[in-house]
Structures are given as C-alpha cells and as structure tokens.
C-alpha cells in the first residue's frame, strides 16, 4: 500500500497587486492519515476556515456569465457538465466533474475593455452542476 500523502490539485483563480485575475494549477497539501468514525485510516487535509455558506448552483446550456469577480472566497467542485472560467490575463481553464477550482479573484480592478474578475459559462450540450462552499476568509 502506497503511504506517501496525495497532493491533489486544483485551479486557484486570484488577484495581483494591480488588480488583474490570474488562475495556476496549485496542490493540497498537508494530508494526514486519521480515522473517521471509526473506519480505516484515510488521508484528510483538514480546511481550517469556517465556510459561511454550501449552495448547489446549475448552469443551464449555454449559460455566459459575464465578467465578474466570485462573491466570497469559495471552493468550486463541478459535479456533472462541463464549464469554464476565464481571467483577465487571458487563461481559460475548461473544468468538468471532480476538477476543483478555488474562486478569489475578489479586489479586481477593470480592465480598458470593462472586464473584472473572470468569466465563465458552461462548455456543450449540457448543464454544468456545480457545488460551492463559500467562506469569509480564503485558505
């Protein structure tokens, strides 16, 4: 049995010091191996902020979701479909079910052509159903 620690990653969508969004591939480090009820041991990255709010969000076919920035620091998990997000820096990042996305693109600043924060919209046919977990704080 492999006991080296995972290192998952996700894309970490933020902002520099002159208000422009970025996105990077980061890891989640910090595993530790420890039982949940009882069970085998597992590998838990604990998060140490509180969330402040878990809502499910569906984005029907075709949906654009023009330039904005995310409403709170929040943990964005697709569940089905596939979507994008967009960054002022001109990265799109195309995300389907399992491929975590971290959205802390707050405290943009606009661009000449009015773009703040990021866009993003649903990729093909099919709605993308998305999980956010929402936190006061980021990570």
Known sequence: MNM???????WHVWTDRNGV??????????FERQSMG????????????????????VLPAGWIGDWHENPAPQWIVPLSGRWFVETMDGTR????????SFGGDQGCIADAQGHEGHRSGTVGG????????????AP
């Open 38 to 57: 009882g069970a085998a041991p597992q590998w838990n990255a604990e998060q140490k902020q509180t969330p402040r709010k878990t809502l499910f969000s």
């Open 4 to 10: 080296d620690a995972p290192a998952p990653t996700y």
């Open 126 to 137: 099919e709605p993308a159903v998305l999980m956010l977990v929402q936190m006061d704080d």
């Open 21 to 30: 969004s970025h996105q990077e591939r980061r890891a989640i480090t910090e």
């Open 93 to 100: 990042v195309e995300m389907g079910a399992g491929e975590i």
